[in-house]
């Protein structure tokens, strides 16, 4: 079974009711440290996706740049900015094609979290968002079995929430109260895993 | 502190309504974000293009600096939040008149993602963007870090510097040089008497004590280098001057602007009192002050305190700095 | 809230001394008072001055008001209190050229009588004065009473038009008749939200509430209207408007200009929320709005509230509000 | 005994000493209601005068005159200035004359309350400074004995402080709190005494 637009309506649909239903989850891990707006970032930028999905083209590029824009309409956050970095990076590879295979999937968020890391210019390890995608990359490495991409995802990103919940904030607003943050999961890899996991269905 | 309002989700819009029903031979919304605003008389076919963007609740910054002489486009996020790469991005196709962009605005996260992001939106319009990130504040990061530094008041220098330029009819090459000159020519520091209150917040972002102060925080009240009790004027002018003058030393001969400024409910009565020591203190360095600024130009919206910025001048910015501009809020 | 300055005693000369090494192309000193401000290019031979006095913490009222266009001389009290006879008498001396000197003034116990024995002390030296006081505050006494009221921000109109009037080579008559025609077309009400504190007195004059506000309250603390709980903007400029429009009906084709003045603390953001609604108002009444003025004009030092002054125009007036004037805070 | 240069001299030396000691007494009788300044304004006031005692011409016109810019230099409150005006009044009766009789006194006082009343534009019966120096010409009225008079002019001004006490302020800022106001006595008619006391010497 490959990706095409219609599974991408269908991702798109379970991930906006996810975002809904974390609101608050988001909201509060954020506010922890930082300035409490994750929610609103999600919940907002993935309204908006949702509402242009039924114009999305064929095209998967288009499709996903589609998203990305809506994304960077809806809020001008670190994360909305990043989620839409990511977002294009994955349709600039898609460009022209209708279709794409399970297999290619690490390799896409390989592209996500690499432009992600170039916007951000944050390293890896640093405990944010790039470390859920860096985990998911390679979690999916050589996985071609659609089904088994998808629990290697969700794995993936699990274990690296795991990994990191005992490190110190380095990047973003966090990263003022370092010390604070070590026990605390990251409010980004949190919000990344839910995307992680309503993504795999 | 008290704030007038209605619904806190609807205080960016009204003001910039507001704003353009006041000014509307300044300003124009741009796109249909809403939050891109523009100058109502653009400038000429070839000029290089003038853009800034950050969150609110700094008037004049950012959205004031818009008109002749200054920024061609501004967008605008919600109070001290960035706005969108998308509005950016509209407010650089405005501002383009086929001669190129320049991004200058103030050294934080959001605002550079978006603005980066900005650029790769309208690089397929083939319109060609520079940058100039502004890092004045001495008190966010050691000199040997500078690029890590915030971005306070002295991007009003640096509006002032580039807009001139541009109107001049530099090309793009030419005005993001002279920008980043007087980026680096330029030294911020702020002591913060009381917080403010961000309007979806609801309650002050952060506490100072009723008697104490505290030197070299931020706009948004990002921490400082010392909390401690509120000093004499003279003592708080003395001790802004020292590190200021520590981070860029003065020599006999040197010419120099500088801005006291008010983050809002400080009223200028205080900032003259201050003036006295900053004239006093660069007079002993043996600078010449150049058309100092005393007055509210870079603002928290109605928090209690006060920055100095200095900006070493050559001759030629100098002669930038001088040249006529005029939007609301200021006049040269 | 707090303040940054020395010793209280101080605060005055000090806030002087600054301004006037800040901005020396536009005010001296004159006279050994050390509290009278003039022109530092004096207005042309044969022009009729004019002076105000009051007491310092209103900046821009009343010193900053000095330059070409607007007053010729100021002299400035303590805070909140009223200079000395002397003093004004050495204001109305410098700023006689021959012509006569309009003294315009707030309506306040120890200004009128020190500004009348003022003109007592400069008749001897056969200088001719008039007086126009200004009494705007509908708030303050019933329009039956009028001549009670206070004087608050519509002095700055007056001081405007009387100012062009002067430049434009009247004689004193013709600019005394010109000022009262603005003061009496001038109709202004104030909210306050927080209160200030008088340097020599070291604590708040009065209490609000932490969430309730006074309509109508006067610039020095004043009792208003009523207290009552904070308001949404929008309902707040509403009842100011109702209040403003009760006492100077207007009517379609009418011209008016309306200043929207912070008290101090209060930020530009919410000047233009609430001209929404005033210039909402205004057009509903079939009124035109000419050069609106938006932002601190008339202050309580650190005070958050706001005032608003309507000013209905004439062609006469229309042409003096418009006409160049130039000052450390305002240009024309 | 006649009133003369150095008479007035006296009068000013016993005059300063005494408001240096009132400076508490008269601040904290217009604290109650006022702002509180009274006293500021007497002591600088009657500082200032003293000061240049020494150097007052015999013309007791102009040695009035001169305390009279004393008092208008050194402050701009209301009493201040009241008392600068009540000064200058007389001084224009005694221009040119190097002494007068205590015979004079109590037109003299009408003099300055008339001058008073005109430049404050306040009624009398207002429970202000100027039902003082109405009760003291009334009661020095038609005496001419020197110590008669100074006997007749404190009874006077303390009898017009007791009538006064329990009727409301109707001027200056104390007309707000009028009903307040009963019971105290008014700071201006409170000071009057003092001066007049300390003049009888
Ligand atoms: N420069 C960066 N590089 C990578 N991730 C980042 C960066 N800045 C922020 N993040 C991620 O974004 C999350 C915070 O997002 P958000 O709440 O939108 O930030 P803000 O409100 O400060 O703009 C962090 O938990 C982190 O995972
Ligand atoms: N218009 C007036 N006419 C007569 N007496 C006045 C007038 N105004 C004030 N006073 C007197 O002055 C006293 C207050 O003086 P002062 O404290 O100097 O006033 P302020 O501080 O308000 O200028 C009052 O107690 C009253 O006796
Ligand atoms: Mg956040
Ligand atoms: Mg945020
Ligand atoms: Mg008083
Ligand atoms: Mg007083």
């Known amino acids: ?201 | 502190m008290k704030k007038i309002l209605n619904n806190p989700v609807d205080y960016v819009d009204e003001m910039l309504e507001g704003l353009i029903a006041a000014h509307p031979h300044f300003y124009r919304l741009h796109g249909d974000s809403g939050r891109v605003v523009v100058r109502a008389m653009p400038g000429h076919r070839g000029k290089v293009g003038l853009v800034t963007g950050g969150g609110s609740g700094h008037l004049p910054v950012f959205t004031g600096y818009v008109g002749a002489g200054l920024l061609d486009a501004c967008a605008i996020g919600d109070v001290f939040a960035s706005p969108s790469a998308e509005q950016m991005a509209d407010a650089i196709r405005f501002a383009d008149q086929g001669a190129g962009v320049l991004r200058l605005y103030g050294n934080y996260g959001g605002d550079i993602m978006n603005f980066d992001m900005a650029g790769e939106l309208v690089e397929f319009e083939d319109i060609t963007c520079t940058t100039v990130v502004l890092a004045d504040d001495v008190a966010s990061a050691p000199l040997a870090e500078r690029e890590k530094r915030r971005g306070v008041a002295g991007m009003v220098y640096a509006f002032k510097i580039a807009g001139a330029a541009a109107e001049s009819g530099r090309d793009l090459a030419a005005v993001t040089k002279v920008a980043q000159k007087a980026a680096d020519a330029c030294r911020s520091i702020g002591a913060a008497l009381s917080p403010c209150t961000v309007p979806q917040v609801g309650k002050p972002t952060f506490h100072i004590a009723e008697d104490e102060m505290e030197m070299g925080m931020g706009i948004h009240g990002e921490p400082g280098v010392w909390v401690d009790k509120l000093r004499p004027a003279d003592a708080i002018a003395g001790e802004m001057m020292d590190r200021l003058l520590a981070d860029m030393p003065l020599a006999k001969g040197d010419r120099v602007s500088v801005m006291v400024n008010s983050l809002g409910a400080t009223p200028p009565e205080e900032l003259y009192i201050l003036y006295r020591i900053v004239k006093a203190r660069l007079e002993a360095a043996g600078a010449t002050i150049v058309m100092p600024l005393v007055g509210r130009y870079a603002t928290s919206m109605e928090m209690a305190g006060v920055s100095f910025t200095l900006l070493k001048l050559d001759p030629e910015l100098e002669g930038l700095l001088k040249a006529p501009c005029e939007c609301a809020f200021w006049r040269v």
Chains 1, 4 share one sequence.
């Open chain 1, 1 to 201: 079974m490959s990706i095409d637009r219609a599974a991408v309506v269908a991702g798109i649909t379970r991930l906006a009711a996810a975002m809904e239903r974390d609101f608050d989850l988001l909201n509060t891990a954020d506010g922890a440290l930082g300035d409490g707006d994750l929610g609103v970032t999600m919940t907002r930028g993935m309204r908006m996706v949702a509402e242009g999905a039924e114009a999305l083209p064929d095209d998967l590029g288009k499709a996903l740049l589609a998203c990305a824009q809506a994304f960077t309409k809806s809020s001008g956050s670190s994360y909305g900015t990043l989620m839409a970095t990511g977002l294009m990076a994955m349709a600039k590879a898609l460009k022209g094609r209708e279709s794409c295979e399970a297999a290619e999937f690490s390799g896409l968020v390989a592209l996500a979290r690499d432009a992600m890391q170039a916007r951000g210019k944050a390293e890896l390890g640093g405990k944010t968002v790039l470390d859920s995608l860096n985990a998911v990359a390679l979690a999916t490495a050589g996985v071609s079995d659609p089904a088994a991409v998808a629990t290697a995802a969700v794995q993936g990103a699990r274990a690296a929430m795991e990994a990191f919940r005992d490190k110190p904030a380095t990047v973003g607003r966090a990263r003022i109260f370092a010390e604070k943050s070590r026990g605390l999961d990251d409010p980004g890899m949190l919000a990344m895993t839910e995307v992680v996991v309503a993504l795999a269905g």
